[in-house]
């Protein structure tokens, strides 16, 4: 048997497990990403539901699963720091502040450039960026052309998810789950932080780096607002 095709299928849907076979799951979340598929994925925080940012339908989807207001944004998670610069503009941040925030469980807001999709966060000139440290969403983004759209594995306004089980509940509303097991008990997710303006920042959301997001923050002299 491939072991592409080692996963557990059922009426809820398709479930992949990562540590049997890591490198076919990679390829798979890439095609399903690619076919405009919302999948459920592992971060460095919690599990999170990805799309291409790029595809409105994809993204539409996305939040109708997640039972969202498009009134609320999206982050976008990119494959690496030096990728960030294409989406979010950087040109007035210290250099390497970037480098010791991430990779890591923090969301950084700048203002965004053209290249992200416009229909994406409409009317929201800001776009919340991620480069989680997960091997897994590293290299499922390093074989995409564009960010992806992500979001906790929850239901709005219901509690963030630590393991598959606990979204097992619209498992069918999407097109893949891969599973890396519990990824630990702390759902406060990441630390999202506002550096749209030089040398100021805020803190949007504490998360579970927040002491440490302050202290690097601090060292380059920023204060906040």
Known sequence: MSRINQCITNSFGVVYKLNQN???CIHIAV???QHGNVIAIPT???YGLAADVQNNDAI???YTIKGRTFMKPLSI???DVNNIKNWGY???LPVQILEQLLPGPVTVV???TPNLNSSFNHNIKKVGIRVPKNDFVQKLTSFLDTPIALTSANKSNETSSVSIDEFSSFWNELNAIFDNGSIGKNRSGSTIIDLSEPGKYEIIRKGNYYSNTVQ???KFDFREK
């Open 31 to 33: 095609k399903h990403i």
């Open 90 to 92: 950087v040109d007035h």
């Open 60 to 62: 539409k989807k996305l």
């Open 216 to 218: 690097i923050l601090k």
């Open 77 to 79: 998670c990119v494959r």
């Open 22 to 24: 890591f490198e076919d």
């Open 110 to 112: 700048l203002n965004r």
């Open 44 to 46: 460095d925080t919690i």
